[in-house]
T-cell receptor, first 119, second 113 residues
Framework: GAGVSQSPSNKVTEKGKDVELRCDPISGHTALYWYRQSLGQGLEFLIYFQGNSAPDKSGLPSDRFSAERTGGSVSTLTIQRTQQEDSAVYLC?????????????????FGPGTRLLVL | AQSVTQLDSQVPVFEEAPVELRCNYSSSVSVYLFWYVQYPNQGLQLLLKYLSGSTLVESINGFEAEFNKSQTSFHLRKPSVHISDTAEYFCAVAYKGGNKLTFGTGTQLKVEL
């Protein structure tokens, strides 16, 4: 079946502009994650959605970052007033609903990422 | 807070030689442990994971990792590497019951002829 898809694959923007990044999870996956991979850094957790529960936003680096998930499927990550330090690869992952032991027990399937460059 | 240390940013190795990619984590509670791989121009994919039970876990392509609680390590090994194993390897840890994975900075494995 289809994997996690993300769009756009590349985005170049000017400092101060807003950007929206989109993630289409695997059909039927109830959990959705956003991560950021900066040059020379590991993947950094940003936000987690699980079904209709309130999202875990504990990883968002500033209030310029927000994300929503409509209809329990597609998710959009929005970065307002972009800064050069926002340049990174933004990765989305999805997984099935966990049945015990916590959500991270379930394998996360990653999309190809969106490479964001802020000039 | 959790952290994951991958001390080796790059590991060059000749084909058919053994390799070990090191991973140490800091956590005082029960954890799940993962190795993800990113082949050139591809997305991250799970290589293997430790959830519970046997401390030695294996992947379908010959890699294995051993959970060592006393050493807080989860090193990845393969007895004989192939050119096709050239990729970046990420170790990750999660609290049991937690919401997120914490990743290391990755190890670039380069297999040479």
């Amino acid at each position: 079946g289809a994997g996690v898809s993300q769009s756009p694959s590349n985005k170049v923007t000017e400092k101060g502009k807003d950007v929206e990044l989109r993630c289409d999870p695997i059909s039927g996956h109830t959990a959705l994650y956003w991560y950021r991979q900066s040059l020379g850094q590991g993947l950094e957790f940003l936000i987690y959605f699980q079904g209709n529960s309130a999202p875990d936003k504990s990883g968002l680096p500033s209030d310029r970052f927000s994300a929503e998930r409509t209809g329990g499927s597609v998710s959009t990550l929005t970065i307002q007033r972009t800064q050069q330090e926002d340049s990174a690869v933004y990765l989305c992952a999805s997984s099935t609903e966990w049945t015990g032991g916590g959500p991270t027990r379930e394998t996360q399937y990653f999309g190809p990422g969106t490479r964001l460059l802020v000039l | 807070a959790q952290s994951v240390t991958q001390l080796d940013s790059q590991v060059p190795v000749f084909e058919e030689a053994p390799v070990e990619l090191r991973c140490n984590y800091s956590s005082s509670v029960s954890v799940y442990l993962f190795w993800y791989v990113q082949y050139p121009n591809q997305g991250l994919q799970l290589l293997l994971k430790y959830l519970s039970g046997s401390t030695l876990v294996e992947s379908i392509n010959g890699f294995e990792a051993e959970f060592n609680k006393s050493q807080t390590s989860f090193h990845l090994r393969k007895p004989s590497v192939h050119i096709s194993d050239t990729a970046e390897y990420f170790c990750a840890v999660a609290y049991k019951g937690g919401n997120k994975l914490t990743f290391g900075t990755g190890t670039q494995l380069k297999v040479e002829l």
